[in-house]
Structure formats: C-alpha cells, structure tokens
C-alpha cells in the first residue's frame, strides 16, 4: 500500500500499473458512453483502517450527486478493491461497472494469459492492431495476466456466487500499452439504476514468474470455494 502513487484525478499508480475504473452509461439501447475519474467535479482520498478509500463526486451525465467509491486494501501478494456508486440522478443509467481499469506499458515480451475455456495466451501484441486483444465471459476461472520475462501482472475477481463478468484486453499505440478491464453487467433494476456495489473483491497485484506462478496465486482461493 506503501507503494501506491495516486494522481490529481484519483487514478494512482501501483507496481508498474496505472489503476482507475470506467462506468459505461447509457440508454440500454445505444453504445455506451464511458466515464472515469477525469469525468468526476471532485476527488478525495483518506486512509482508513489500512484501506485507501478514494471518493469522487459529481458528474455532468449522472447529476451532482452523484459518487463513485473505491476501496483498495493490501492483502499478501495482491491489493483487493472494491467499488460501489450512489446518489445517481441522470438520464441515462449506468450499465456496465468497469472495475478494474488497469493499463500498463506494452513490450516487445508481452502476452495475455486469458482463462475462457480451457485457458490460453495470446502472443506478440507489440505488433498487434490498436484495440481489442482478448475479450471473452470468465468460465473455468475467474483471473487472467499480462505475462513478461519472468514476471508479470495480476487480476482476479473473488466471486463464489459466479455473477456475470467479462474481461477485456486492449492495444494502444500512442503510447504503447495493454489495458485490462474487468466488466460488470449492472442489474436493470430500479434499485440498481440509484445505486450499486459490485458484490465481489477485485484483485491486482505483480508477481515473479510465469502463467504457473500466476495460477498459484488464484489455485490458493479457488480450493477454498464450494464448487
């Protein structure tokens, strides 16, 4: 936690990665619309029983308001997050949760490890087309990587009750980065239209190794689980 840089915008660094989140919004029958931290009127952040808690408030497209809350604690090898938004009064609704946003810089060594399926890894993105690498519903397990020369970088969603989620892979060229999301359907209740916590703890984290090491750090939760 020590380690963690956080910019004017609430958007703070972490072991190489720039992490923040995105809210897709819109009309339940166009493209979304995405919203950040640099969308939000204000920021704060306060230190609270060793958890960063890092609030923004106000929003043009979903009222004055309106505040999105992240919490991010260090727990063993991983920094876990959760995010919940309230107080929302706009037109359009929020749709999709975007928890984490996680972009980091784009080598020549960098792969995707994804777990649709049976699990696989996508190759050579320094000379992959700007956009989409990898995006597919979790199955078999719920935690992907971006794999370097003997080290990489970590995500997982902790959810033993299996909600619906997807993770997202992007290439930028300007400059070079790989991004990660990982994307939470909001239910369309009215309930949820006002307010909505992602029921589940979102993990980051950077470890020594390769897709071996990364599956250990997820195997160690996943025995613990009832399925």
């Not at 919203?35 to 808690?53: C, K």
């Not at 699990?119 to 956009?131: E, K, S, T």
């Amino acid at each position: 936690m020590n380690a963690m840089t956080t910019g004017k915008n609430g958007e703070f660094r972490y072991q190489g990665m720039t992490i923040g989140w995105r809210l897709g919004v819109g009309n339940l029958k166009n493209d979304l619309m995405f919203i950040g931290p640099d969308d939000m009127a204000e920021f704060s952040s306060a230190r609270e029983d060793g958890a960063l808690v890092c609030v923004w408030r106000g929003s043009r497209e979903c009222g004055e308001a309106f505040t999105v809350r992240a919490v991010w604690r260090g727990m063993e090898s991983r920094l876990v997050g959760t995010i919940e938004y309230g107080g929302h009064s706009g037109e359009l609704r929020v749709e999709e949760v975007h928890f984490p946003f996680v972009a980091l810089p784009l080598t020549k060594a960098s792969r995707v490890l994804t777990s649709d399926n049976q699990g696989g890894v996508h190759n050579d993105l320094w000379h992959r087309p700007a956009g989409v690498v990898a995006q597919a519903a979790f199955s078999s397990f719920q935690y992907c990587a971006v794999l370097e020369d003997g080290h990489g970088y970590y995500f997982d969603h902790r959810d033993p009750a299996w909600h619906t989620k997807e993770f997202l892979f992007e290439v930028s060229d300007t400059p070079k980065t790989v991004t990660y999301r990982g994307v939470h359907p909001v239910p369309l209740t009215e309930a949820s239209r006002r307010a909505y916590r992602v029921p589940y703890e979102n993990s980051v984290g950077r470890f020594e190794g390769g897709w071996y090491e990364s599956m250990r750090i997820y195997r160690k939760w996943a025995l613990e689980q009832s399925w």
